[in-house]
């Protein structure tokens, strides 16, 4: 298996990639990490001579302020850029980086492809479930589509209950359509269009709707929704979170209780709060529907978040989620093609 | 003045509604307290004989599963429906009601009837800023409108504005749109039209596109976005406070302070917690945009919710804002019919 990492995107490139990249490639020599960089920047970071780790140079990177579109067809030798054309080559099976997300769904989109059959990959964070161990569920689409069609909808529930299958190991993972209600006669029209579609479609374990005040509690294994609406919960829930952590320590700093039982007690919680919310432990958000595994850690990853990204890619890449994606959207496409003769 | 009060509508009616309006009408006799419903159960819970507090009896009501038009427009002696007509007929200057949502909407509409010029009124709760005390903002729309044209969001924003000014006593409130990003080239299709629409009207103080992240922290005295994603920030705000509440109560018991400090740090951190997250301390929901004020109060509410509620009626009714924005969109109106012709 060989992985191909962006190793100048994200705040803390190239330092934390490497870092990272150092960790997975030690823990298995069974993968060849490449990495895609400014060579005296990258072997600065790289303390270490490990025989899985290759670096491959580029002059130019992608900035977190570019111009998606324009940037990737302009930066010919972009690390982002060279690492998604090894990919699209079968020099590399999965992509990784952690830099402008624009520009990589981008990159996805034009460099490595689209499964034949998808309209539009969509963006899918693995999150928490709050309060069951191990138990996490997927949220998609959260920003790459901002404007869906029914199908792309449809879609998302098909590849979010692979994934969940495939890589998460749910068995029959339970589908839900984000909604303003759990009644079935819910919604704004897109959703109204796309309820029957998922209710019709018999291979997925359909549940119905679900409303946002649910979704941390495991309502769903995968919950579906429109790029706009998805990106809006998502950072709804960041910065909620945030603030009430922020808040609950100004609380326990009030109760005088700033000696050593405070001090403690906030060490103690805020770390079981923060593991419990940590959505980066269960990797990043896979740009779900390529022709390969595109996987994005966000901005401000340390090594850890890193690490777990690429094992999350090993998994990825060791089922066969792809390849039965693309045995099931081209045989869907053929019957639908047949259906129509 | 006086209020019409739906005395059947919500969880603990119509105790907790009569409890509020006791408080309430004792507090302020110049206010006149009417409540509709049912007579012998509402006279049960009036305890005390308050000359500022009248009894309508109604025969029916709206329960929260039935169907809002149907209902609304069949059970014609429903309290709701009762108490909406008062308002019409100029007997009451607002409707207060903690029940049915989609019935409330409804009556709004279709009985108390639009400000001539408002396509779409929209439902306003008003939330704190976190960690500023006394700071609140206006998020609109929350579920009165499921799908939105450009010019409804406008509107939102011009009835959000006249609402921080005359209700909340901010001066030049600021006005963000609820964005997928905050440069002004992001968002879906809706939201990129409606950018210019906020941009060139020199009424408005539009500061641009805002993050569902930062909303808490009062980076935008109004936010406007339209009903759908209104409803799914509001519910993912409830449900991660509600989660990480739960979160911490078992995070905190875990370190073993069970005990005396325990459970006074517990008890104190979350009355400190919940306090500056109930809303309901600021009033109920407006839906704005009526030739009259009408206030939802969560169905759950206590008596003290139906009281803040009632006060926060008192400061609508009080102040000129439902009069100045008749005059305002009579104004435009006119404006924009000139300019047609």
Known sequence: MKIAVDAMGGDNA????????????????????????DQEKVKACLTEDIDNIVVIHTSEK???????????????????VVAAKAVKEGKADALFSAGNTGGLLTAGLLIIGRIKGIDRPGLMPIL????????????MDVGANADCKPKNIHQFAILGSYYAKYVLHIDQPTVGLLNNGTEATKGNELMKAVYPLLEEDTSLNFTGNVEARDILNGVSDVIVTDGFTGNAVLKTIEGTAGTLLKLLKTNILAQGLSGKIGALLLKNT???????????????????????????????????????????????????VIKDLVTYFETTEQNSNEASH
């Open 128 to 139: 928490p479930v709050i309060g069951q161990e191990n138990r996490q569920f997927i949220l």
């Open 14 to 37: 190239p330092q934390a990639i490497v870092e990272g990249v150092i960790q997975a490639a030690k823990e298995n020599s069974q993968v060849q990490f490449q990495l895609y960089g």
């Open 270 to 320: 805020f770390k079981g709060l923060r593991n419990t919310l940590d959505y980066s432990q269960f990797g990043g958000a896979v740009l779900f529907g390529l022709k390969a595994p595109l996987v994005k850690a966000h901005g401000s990853s340390d090594k850890t978040s890193v690490y777990h990204a690429l094992k999350q890619i090993e998994t990825i890449v060791s089922s066969s």
């Open 62 to 80: 992608i900035e977190s302020d570019d111009e998606p579109v324009k940037a990737i067809r302009q930066k010919k030798d972009a690390s982002m």
